[in-house]
């Protein structure tokens, strides 16, 4: 855990426990109930987190609508290598930080550039950005690397069992790897709700130590 610094993280999981297909079809497979839900926790952050994929895949803008207060909008990637023509780019919201952990390969106008690893990144948020809460909409890679360091405290699953991808590359919300996860993580159950309507349950896991 970062000192201070809460970090969650909201993702939808398929019956398979799969956050997508194989060929990464963009989020929209899950329902109204299920966004509404997103939207909710988006408002309560200070900055939100996304790795490139996710970005790109899901056409994301990163804002709170109708709302004066817009989180951070940050953005990781090993290089930076965008291009360009984003949708966070064009639409107005909150800074936009992009982590490039292994080199910066071109500085994009508008957005504050770091480099260096995720975790010095959270903490320069918490410290130099009075960011208190880091929420994280995916994809499976950065939920990775942020389960490895440990630092989530708060867990939100949409259990969407109506759908089922299958195949060994269709990512979980650890990503695709075939690696050994470092050590395992223990949560528990705090929330849970279901909508018969979507034929999905919302539930709200809280790290365990
Ligand atoms: N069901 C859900 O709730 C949910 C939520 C989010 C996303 N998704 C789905 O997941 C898929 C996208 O996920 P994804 O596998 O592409 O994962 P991702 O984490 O969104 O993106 C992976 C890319 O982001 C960068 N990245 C992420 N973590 C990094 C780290 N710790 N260090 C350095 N770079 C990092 C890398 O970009 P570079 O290649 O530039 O280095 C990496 O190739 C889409 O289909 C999306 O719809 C589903």
Request: glycine content about 10%; proline content about 3%.
């Amino acid at each position: 855990m970062i000192h201070g610094l809460n970090v969650t993280a909201n993702f939808a999981i398929s019956g398979d426990g799969k956050i997508s297909s194989s060929d990464h079809r963009p989020s929209g497979w899950t329902s109204e109930h299920d966004h509404a839900r997103l939207i909710e926790l988006r408002k309560n952050a200070d900055a939100i987190i996304v790795g490139k994929g996710t970005l790109q895949s899901d056409h994301m803008s990163l804002t709170v609508q109708q709302s004066a207060r817009q989180p951070l909008r940050c953005v990781v990637s090993r290089r930076g290598n965008l291009h360009g023509d984003e949708k966070i780019f064009s639409t107005p919201g909150g800074p936009i930080h992009l982590l490039c952990t292994e080199s910066i390969d071109h500085r994009w106008e508008g957005c504050a550039m770091h480099e260096g690893s995720l975790e010095k990144f959270l903490r320069t948020l918490h410290h130099d950005h009075h960011v208190n809460h880091v929420h994280c909409e995916g994809g499976g890679v950065l939920m990775r690397e942020l389960l490895e360091i440990d630092c989530v405290n708060l867990l939100y699953l949409t259990w969407a069992a109506h759908t089922l991808f299958g195949g060994e590359n269709a990512p979980t919300i650890l990503g695709n790897h075939v690696n050994v996860f470092p050590a395992t993580r223990h949560f528990a159950l705090i929330d849970h709700s279901a909508s018969p309507d979507s034929g999905e349950i919302f539930l709200t896991y809280s790290r365990q130590s």
